[in-house]
């Protein structure tokens, strides 16, 4: 039986965004969207209220992914999980002021994904 519970994939990079998608739907989890950049997030979440985000921290643009999962924070206590292939030490302390679920390394194993989701979901 598929998860039921709504998760947003925000990451810039659309294969990235594409095979964690994939990863997500081969763990049950049915309700996948994804967007690209800080302010597609901003306003998916308000229409479409996601159990968790996945946050790419590193996203192009005049927003990145802390700044966005701040905004979102301020607005929902929607859990947040920070995705990233690196992050020096003063990206990371800004990053946990969010008070984030969790982080990802990237490339995701498919098992820490799916803790990590089941960790903000509970």
């Known amino acids: 039986m598929p998860f ?6 925000v990451e810039d990079e659309g294969i990235v965004s ?10 049950g989890y049915a309700f996948v969207e994804m967007v690209f950049s ?20 590193g996203l192009k643009g005049d927003m990145d ?8 924070k301020n607005r929902s206590n929607t859990p947040i999980i920070f995705l990233t292939g690196f992050a ?7 990053a946990n002021k969010i008070n984030p679920v969790g982080y ?7 098992k820490e ?3 990590v989701i089941s960790k903000a979901l509970n």
């Open 104 to 110: 990802i390394i990237k490339p995701i194993n498919n």
């Open 113 to 115: 994904l799916d803790d």
């Open 38 to 57: 800080g302010e597609e997030a901003l306003n998916k979440t308000k229409d479409w209220n996601p159990d968790v985000i996945l946050m790419d921290i």
């Open 65 to 72: 992914g802390i700044e966005a999962a701040r905004i979102i």
């Open 18 to 27: 594409i095979d964690i998608r994939n990863i997500l739907r081969n763990l």
């Open 4 to 9: 039921k519970n709504k998760i947003l994939i």
């Open 88 to 94: 020096d030490d003063n990206t990371l302390a800004r």
